[in-house]
């Protein structure tokens, strides 16, 4: 009995991605492009509001702090996925994959909150900008910034309660690239029906519900400034735009992931990528391309930081 409360699984074996040369050559190329493009454009954004006087608002506050948590999430999976995909044994620790585990739940949970507060920030300031500055202060943003941090890691810490001292005994093959909950808890040398579906249902309520919350306050702000002329509505919109599709984005292969019940193993590692490498990716392209002021601050870092190199 006490040999089966002990795990004497000590690595994981992940089957990757495909098997064909040609699709992981593929595959190498546009996870290495993506992934340091993902690297190099939250960085930039990051420095940007950092060091550009004009970006120290609240809206700009948090997308810095998205930046952060996006430059964390794409760093959990990615880097390993893109060298082991010309490995033939693809392995990790019981404990790199444990860590793979809180810091994506983690990370994860951040990130929702994050959205949230970033929806808040736009209702306050299209629909009572008289009373921003005073509703978003400074104390405000970092209460929001702890709340999100408190939030994502007690989410991923009390799921992995429930699962870390699970004994794992054999078999160790995942069919991922990854670790995540709902492969990992399967390969428990126990019953484990109830606390697959308290998992996954978990995450899934989580994510759809803080995706519900998200869209009805985005069309709620965009009926709101209905009231005010065309001009101010249509300025409303392609602020929101950007924010909903980043919402879109993110909670799409999450919602898809936990709640769908008919798991199909190649469309859910295609999801799996898409969260992974791509989202943290389109977060900076549609925040820069779409903000006008975020590609003049970007354009003033560049100019100072050539600048200085020259004078240096």
Excluded at 42 to 71: E, Q
């Amino acid at each position: 009995m006490d040999k089966m409360n002990h795990s004497i699984v000590a690595e994981f074996v992940f089957l990757g991605l495909s098997d064909s040369w040609e699709i992981q050559l593929l595959l190498f190329l546009f996870s290495s492009v993506v992934y340091v493009a993902s690297i190099l454009g939250n960085l930039l954004i990051l420095l940007t509001v950092i060091f550009d006087p004009h970006l120290h608002s609240p809206m700009y506050f948090l997308l810095a702090n998205l930046s952060f948590i996006d430059l964390g999430f794409c760093s959990i999976a990615a880097p390993k996925m893109i060298c082991d995909l010309f490995r033939k044994h693809k392995v990790i620790s019981f404990g790199g994959c444990v860590a793979q585990i809180f810091f994506s739940h983690a990370f994860g949970g951040v990130e929702m909150v994050l959205l949230i507060a970033m929806s808040f920030d736009r209702y306050i300031a299209i629909c009572k900008p008289l009373h921003y500055l005073t509703i978003m202060n400074p104390k405000m943003c970092i209460l929001l910034l702890i709340l999100a941090w408190i939030t994502g890691i007690t989410h991923s810490g009390v799921q992995l309660a429930f699962v870390v001292d699970l004994p794992f005994c054999g078999p160790n093959v995942l069919d991922s690239f990854f670790c995540d909950l709902p492969q990992f808890i399967k390969l428990a040398c126990t019953d484990t029906y109830r606390l697959q579906f308290m998992v996954t249902a978990n995450s899934g309520f989580i994510s759809l519900a803080c995706f519900c919350v998200l869209i009805i306050s985005y069309i709620f702000i965009l009926v709101t400034v209905q009231k005010h002329s065309a001009g101010v509505s249509l300025k409303a919109f392609s602020t929101l735009a950007s924010h909903i599709t980043v919402v879109v984005l993110f909670f799409g292969p999450l919602i898809f992931f936990y709640t769908w019940p008919f798991h199909i193993s190649n469309l859910d590692k295609f999801l799996a990528i898409f969260d992974a490498v791509i989202t943290p990716f389109l977060n900076p392209v549609i925040y820069t391309f779409r903000n006008k002021e975020m590609k003049v601050g970007m354009k003033r870092v560049c100019s100072r930081f050539m600048n200085f190199r020259e004078f240096s």
